[in-house]
Every structure is written in C-alpha cells, then in structure tokens.
C-alpha cells in the first residue's frame, strides 16, 4: 500500500522514500471510526490510501458536511494545523472501510521544506481543497437548495438510484429532515425523482 502512494503523488526522492517507510504507519478502520475529532491536536496527518472518510463541522447540534475524502486525499484543514501546531476545526469519520497513512507532523512540516516532491503534494492539496470550497461556496451563495439537492443526488445515484435518506441528506447539504423531505416532494410532483422505501430513484437527469 505505501508503494501505491509513493507512485501515486510521484514521489523521486530515495531518501524521503526511505523516511516514509521507516517513520509512517498504515491503519485499517471501519465504518464508524473517527480518526480526526474536533478540537484536539493534530499529531498525526491521515492520507485515505483506501475507502471513504466524511470531513464535517459541528454546530447547534447540526453536522455540515465540508466534503469528503477519497484515495489519495487527506483533510486540508488538518494539513494546515501541522504547520501551525493547532487544534483541528474538524471531525472526520469513516463512512466506507479504510486504509490510512499515519505520518507524524514533525515530517510533515519538515519534509515540506526538504523534498520536491513533498512540497507539491502539499501544495496541490491545498489548492484543490480551495478550488472546491469555493465553488462550494459560491453553490451555497448562488444556487437555490431545491437544485442543489438535485444536483447533489445526481451526483450520488448509482444507476438513478441514491440510497440515503432524508436524515443523511439533510446533514450533507446543511440543513433540516423537514426541508429536505418537504423539497424531495417538490421535485417529485415536478417528475424529477421518485421517492422510493429507503431510496430515490432519478427520473430526469440535468442538462448541462
């Protein structure tokens, strides 16, 4: 798995190969597990080499998705609080079976510093996290809830159908189960979707 990564993000250095495998650890954990929780220090930056991991925020007793990570993706927000030894501002938890990377955060910042190769893998996650929060942003500033609900189960349905349900819903776009249940019913009478028993099925697809 640690050969995966290095080829992965392309990384040259003999000697920044040999420090990953002598100081990284791979972890499995399931569904369920936390491996970032909010308000603590970070002292190990987590890469998903496999699986799926939801970064999210709480407030008010309401879950706000921030986005979701995926192989070969670690959280932004925990990558900065390496090189400012702060807490995190985040929760991340499992929602699919992985496998993380551990790398302490005194590498972290050092290796930033020390190798190329490193240093682009930082950068560009921290220039792709902030290309999709703004357009995330500007998604939330812009475009009513009933699209972006919309938009979001096209996004999720594997062969037109999304298997989540209001509740799920609700926390991933930010809101409430009321107002995603109440919205679902709008884009059905509108013959968008069909409200199934614990799915929904996608009857029109947006044109782009």
Request: proline fraction near 1%.
């Amino acid at each position: 798995m640690l050969d995966t990564f290095i080829k992965g993000i392309r990384i040259t250095e003999e000697e920044l190969i040999d420090e990953l495998q002598k100081n990284a650890t791979i972890t499995k954990h399931e569904k369920g597990d936390f491996i970032i929780k909010s308000n603590q220090y970070i002292k190990v930056l987590k890469i998903v080499l496999e699986g799926k991991v939801r970064v999210y925020q709480e407030n008010e007793n309401r879950e706000i998705l921030i986005y979701y990570l995926n192989t070969m993706e670690t959280c932004t927000l925990s990558l900065s609080a390496c090189f400012e030894d702060c807490k995190s501002t985040v929760n991340a938890i499992v929602e699919e079976d992985c496998t993380i990377l551990n790398i302490p955060v005194r590498f972290v910042r050092n290796w930033n510093f020390k190798y190329k190769s490193w240093n682009h893998f930082t950068t560009n996650t921290f220039r792709e996290s902030y290309l999709y929060l703004i357009n995330q942003y500007s998604n939330l500033a812009f475009e009513p809830l009933k699209d972006r609900l919309f938009d979001y189960l096209i996004s999720k349905a594997n062969n037109t159908i999304v298997k989540k349900s209001h509740q799920e819903l609700a926390r991933e776009l930010g809101t409430t189960r009321e107002v995603i249940s109440r919205l679902l019913k709008t884009l059905e009478k509108n013959k968008k979707i069909r409200l199934k028993q614990k799915q929904i099925k996608i009857l029109e697809k947006k044109v782009l």
